[in-house]
């Protein structure tokens, strides 16, 4: 069963009912004013932290759901009936309903009573506000007197005190009203400078900033008694709640149109001066009054839209492709592509399943989401290499987390999760095959954001890789810290005290637990760093080859159990994802990075593992992360057995691993494989099922519930989630091959048996390369021709020419 549909030409997803099983939502906003905007209009915006510059107010986990938003109320003044144009808050029903999710805007359009409305929202490129766009158009018979109520409830910046320490918020709400603007000030007598503000282009025949007046006692967002009785208040508010709202009326002639500007909008002053007259205080408005003013002209707010909708085309125009299958089509072109932009804007801070309080930007997952971006806006993508660089510590290790609006480590969330470092090579190397910018490699970046500790970024990834050689145990294998990709499998935690978190507490030394995937990922670690240093002075290269073969062979030796590889020792010295356990036998995490890392692809071992994988994990929704599940807890294996059977961690089909097994099985040849795996977890491919699948059909979630869940099949916390990067990894650069290498541009698909081939446009380092491949034969062997010339081998060297094209015939 569909909710909607996809309007590939326009970059769309249609929803067609407003009542979709979870809110289905899209993100508005790139570079420093974000929000996330559901298909009902709920959903709020931030500036930068989604924790510490909350603009408006949310209330995860209420019911319904999604509560909380961009709400505008229609109210028909002859008859005093009103309705939500964007069906919440008021839940009336509508005649006709829409939300239309592009790439950064949403329109919904509905109509109710004959008036139809279209709300646009979006953010412009380059300010710090979103714009509602809102145009009613009267389809009776006769003219229609309306009043239109936009709304907004604003949160007093830091979301986790604003639900949290009622004593204080509820004194502290200031607001000034001032030339038809209404601005939230909370804080701004103290230490804030910034300041929110919401701004309307109808005459305004009303307002209310104080909640509870515009609500009236014991009433919700569903029935304010201002809208109900048709007028506001006029109320001024200290303390308690702040809110923007506004009354406009309208009249319209029979088949005419009348069109609202409505701005939300952060600001901030200098601190010397911030307010006006100085010594006052009152909000220097000097400073915002011209962005106001500019946007609540609609000629203005069409050139905003339109910049953002060409800077779109660019972004996607990157990376298009042809192929016999619409869902690669589709997610490659449009869904895929800007999913990458949200996850590398957004980290895991804020999404339906992310409370924007709990997370700041993680080392691991940021380095993994630029591997999906790098080629979108290559000069962002340095920019947070560096950040995220600067962010390490001197021993190599790394913060698990870091906060984006100080770019500072935080130390409540931890550090020794023995992996992080590694993916810091990975990243650095998905960069420099992309760009060559050579230069960023001795880029001074210091240790800790601890002034004085500088150092090439190269003598970061060096210390990356030494930290996982002065981490090794009793077989040779890295050891695990506190978890490696897998947060949730602590083999040092020992935790019987309930609440306590899995992930920073240790009960055991640590000097015992190893981990087989940590192994892998150190052998492709250490290659990358053999083929940089080759591109450098060659000095090193040596050295990290053999220390990725000796890894190699430890791998071989203490790492593989029989049919698959094992996935970790444990405290105890005893083997984890082994045929001798009696649950979690088989993890997917090891059989994906070890043949990634080219373990096992010349002895057989590598297809082994991948025929096991095949056997024993993979289900029509996707593969499991381990069979069997853990039906109990295990004090020894930490927080992977604290979750029900299927979900998740145990034994969920955590999505992010697939596309590594994707990679995998086209790394050993085998096309159809690889993209089958594709096809499983595709959301595009998976619209059909909605009412199982239940998450957006336009993005990847995080979790697809397993095989043990009485709910297999449903997916969980979409959006933000590594799962989108890796997946356009596997898709574009290996099974559809189109992959950048240090000396160039690599064609080197494997393809399902029954493609012809496809087309593809590509536009790296300044060349738009115009791509064709086509099957000649059943096998992988690929010849080039390049503008005409055959050309040895499967790469592409790199050129200043600004448009090459390549032709790839596979046999
Ligand atoms: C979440 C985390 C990621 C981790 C994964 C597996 O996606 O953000 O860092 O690797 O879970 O536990
Ligand atoms: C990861 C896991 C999640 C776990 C969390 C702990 O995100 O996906 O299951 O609870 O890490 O921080």
Redo the contacts with the bound molecule.
Sequence with gaps: MRYGHFDDKRREYVITRPDTPLPWINYLGSTAYFGLISNTAGGYPFYRDARLRRISRYRYNNVPLDTGGRYVYLRDDRSGAFWSPTWQPVRRDLDTYTCRHGLGYTIIESSCEGIEARLRYFVPLDDSLEIWQVTLTNRRAEPADLSLFPSIEFCLWDAYDDAANFQRNFSVGEVEIEDGVIYHKSEYRERRDHFAYFACSGAIAGYDTQRDAFLGPYRGWDNPAAVERGACSQSHAHGWAPVGVFQTRLSIAPGASESVIVLLGYHENPRDDKFDPPGSQTINKRTVRPIIERYLDPAAVEAAFDRLASTWDALVGRCQVATPDVHTNRMINIWNAYQNMVTFNL??SASLFESGVG?GM?F??SN?DLLGFVHMVPARARERLLDIAATQLESGGAHHQYQPLTKRGNAGAGSNFNDDPLWLVLAVAAYLKETGDWGILAEPVPYENQPGTEAPLWDHLERSIRYTLDRLGPHGLPLIGR?D?????NLNTFSDEPGESFQTTANRDGHVAESVFIGGLFVLAAQEMAAMACHRDGADAGRFLSAADRMTQTVRQHGWDGAWFLRAYDDFGDRVGSATCAEGQIYIEPQGICVMAGIGLDNGLARQALDSVRERLATPHGIMLHQPAYTQYYLHLGEISSYPPGY??NAGI?C?TNPWIMIAEAMAGNGDRAFDYYTRINPSAREDISEIHRCEPYVYA?MIAGRDAPTHGEAK?SW???TAAWNYVAITQWILGIRPDYDGLRIAPVLPGDWDGFTATRVCRGTTYQIAVRRAGPGNTVSLEVDGQPVEGDCVPWTNRESVSVVATVR
């Design positions: 980290s895991r997370r993680g691991r997952d993994q978890a990709w897998n947060d949730c499998l998740k961690e955590f992010h995080q916390n933000l989630t590594g």
